[in-house]
């Protein structure tokens, strides 16, 4: 049988039903707000004291301690100790959540030589001694990764019949601000590397490599990397760099957020800086800026004053990051050592960049 009472009306409240509807419609065409977090970063080569290539211009075998003599004691000169200091307040006066440091060396000395051991008295450790510096202005920065490239020793003549090993150990370091998270430190040697040929038959494999760290600054996660290419020569050396680039494009460039920082001795107009920006995008440029923010370079002697001629120091992204302003530091004569000398033969470059969650 057929229930023929009338069916009750479900009455709902105007003001519920479109509430309802709104509700709905937002959902459908509305993205929640992106959250973004401005991070600062500095790239800085702390430069080695001297021109250690000067050793392979040597005509005789006999010339090799004498030259390395003198490579050292213009290492000594240029007083890393007193440049820290003024290093140290450059980072002071910018508090970078990460720093990529270049030419972070380790100098070790033998005495009397003995060429069939390696060196193992430290004379000189960059790190530990930036470090000291930081920890001297309330500064609290750790070692996130690092990567040793080079590490060569040759003998330095004290006199005719005297001579003492140095060993000298490069390293490119990154620092992170205590308060900064970072985990899956890595580090690397470039597959491409230049051979150096000494008179006396040596080869001397200059090693170069690259280190990084997944960071995160307050919600937002990227990469950051830290290198330091192989010099050009004048542009004999591209093809080694543009190798080196493409090792770091290889590693880095489907990641989805990085920051690449570094010496790396190629600026706009080089082949190997046109590979660079294939992939990653260089901070200064996208700016705009008519400031041509160089950076390389200051006299051997740092007690020295010289024009800084080309930008090869450089910060640059990839993903979903847009700089807001870079800037170019240690060529103010005010931020010299009591001494009078440069923080550096390179300058620095600080950039600050909003990176999206």
Do not use: K
Request: hydrophobic share 40%.
């Amino acid at each position: 049988m057929t229930d023929s009472r009338p069916r009750p009306w479900i009455r709902t409240p105007l003001f519920l039903l479109v509430g309802t509807l709104l509700l709905a419609a937002c959902g459908e065409t509305t993205t929640p707000p992106t959250e973004t977090t401005d991070v600062t970063v500095m790239t800085r080569n702390l430069y080695l004291g001297a021109d250690i290539f000067r050793v392979t211009q040597a005509t005789a075998p006999e010339e090799i301690p004498a030259i390395v003599a003198e490579i050292f004691q213009i290492m000594e000169m240029n007083d890393f100790p007193a440049r820290a200091g003024a290093l140290a307040a450059e980072i002071e006066a910018h508090e970078p959540h990460l720093i990529g440091l270049q030419e972070v060396e380790l100098y070790r000395i033998q005495d009397p030589s003995d060429m069939s051991t390696p060196a193992t008295d430290v004379y000189l450790d960059f790190l530990e001694v930036l470090m000291d510096s930081l920890q001297v202005r309330g500064l609290q920065y750790q070692v996130a990764s690092q990567v040793v490239n080079a590490d060569v020793q040759m003998p330095a003549a004290r006199s005719p019949t005297e001579f003492f090993d140095v060993r000298m150990t490069d390293r490119d370091v990154i620092l992170a601000r205590a308060d900064v998270a970072t985990r899956n430190p890595g580090a690397q040697g470039f597959q491409a590397i230049v051979p150096f040929e000494l008179v006396t038959g040596d080869t001397i494999w200059f090693e170069r490599g690259y280190t990084w760290v997944d960071a995160t600054v307050d919600g937002a996660d990227f990469t950051f990397v830290n290198t330091h290419l192989e010099v050009s020569a004048g542009g004999e050396l591209h093809a080694i760099q543009s190798f080196q680039i493409l090792e770091l494009i290889q590693q880095f460039g489907q990641r989805a957020q990085v920051v690449l920082v570094g010496d790396l001795n190629t600026g706009p107009g080089d082949e190997p800086y046109e590979l660079l920006t294939g992939t990653f995008t260089d901070a200064w440029t996208a700016l705009d800026t008519t400031d041509p923010g160089l950076t390389c370079c200051f006299p051997e002697l740092l007690n020295l004053t010289g024009d800084l001629y080309s930008r090869i120091d450089l910060i640059l992204y990839s993903g979903t990051v847009a700089p807001l302003s870079a800037e170019v530091v240690g060529t103010d004569p005010a931020g010299r050592t009591p001494g009078g000398l440069w923080p550096s033969d390179h300058a620095g470059v600080v950039a600050n960049l909003r990176i999206q969650h």
